[in-house]
T-cell receptor, first 110, second 112 residues
């Protein structure tokens, strides 16, 4: 079955710097790659997603890049702000079940 | 619109007891999901449903049963609770596959 690896598990960046989180997957048939943000004590919420026919997608300070050949995709957050502190989950889905990564806890340092 | 709601918010059970968690959505979504979230483990899919009257197993289905008798409701049952089922349970829904899932607020379950 599908296997998703997410790195790093914890990331601390200075406010204003960029953060990058990477996920790798095993099933080449997977074609949908969402990213969810979960603030402390809250429910996960979608922040951006990408499909396999696109290499990059951007939404203001957030971007996702996909390398289908290497089977990895990354979340990029630029000009980080205190409200970006949260746990971020990548996920992978093909024609069947969705599989989530184990999450990255992002700390924005003042 | 309330979105996705879950009942109850918190529950403490003794080993061997049974309970049902209720998920309701008012978005007319076809797909509904139950996840458990444990520290360092991310979100793991327990069971899901692709429409009223249908259910399917996810990654970690053992010890749980589900039912989708009405399109707007998805029930998760624990017949004989075990301490390993202590977790936060999230329900989610979506209108199709490979689109955004909308999550409920979660249920914190402790099994003693």
């Amino acid at each position: 079955g599908e296997n998703v690896e997410q790195h790093p598990s914890t990331l601390s960046v200075q406010e204003g710097d960029s953060a990058v989180i990477k996920c790798t997957y095993s099933d080449s048939a997977s074609n949908y790659f969402p990213w969810y943000k979960q603030e402390l004590g809250k429910r996960p919420q979608l922040i951006i997603d990408i499909r396999s026919n696109v290499g990059e997608k951007k939404d203001q300070r957030i971007a996702v890049t996909l390398n289908k050949t290497a089977k990895h995709f990354s979340l990029h957050i630029t000009e980080t702000q205190p409200e970006d502190s949260a746990v971020y989950f990548c996920a992978v889905q093909g024609d069947d079940k969705i599989i989530f990564g184990k999450g990255t806890r992002l700390h924005i340092l003042p | 619109n309330a979105g996705v709601t879950q009942t109850p918010k918190f529950r403490v059970l003794k080993t061997g007891q049974s309970m049902t968690l209720l998920c309701a959505q008012d978005m007319n979504h076809e797909y509904m999901y139950w996840y458990r979230q444990d520290p360092g483990m991310g979100l793991r899919l327990i069971h899901y449903s692709v429409g009223e009257g249908t259910t399917a197993k996810g990654e970690v289905p053992d010890g749980y049963n589900v039912s989708r008798l009405k399109k707007q409701n998805f029930l998760l049952g624990l017949e004989s609770a075990a301490p390993s089922q202590t977790s936060v349970y999230f329900c989610a829904s979506s209108y199709s596959l490979r689109v955004e899932q909308y999550f409920g607020p979660g249920t914190r379950l402790t099994v003693l």
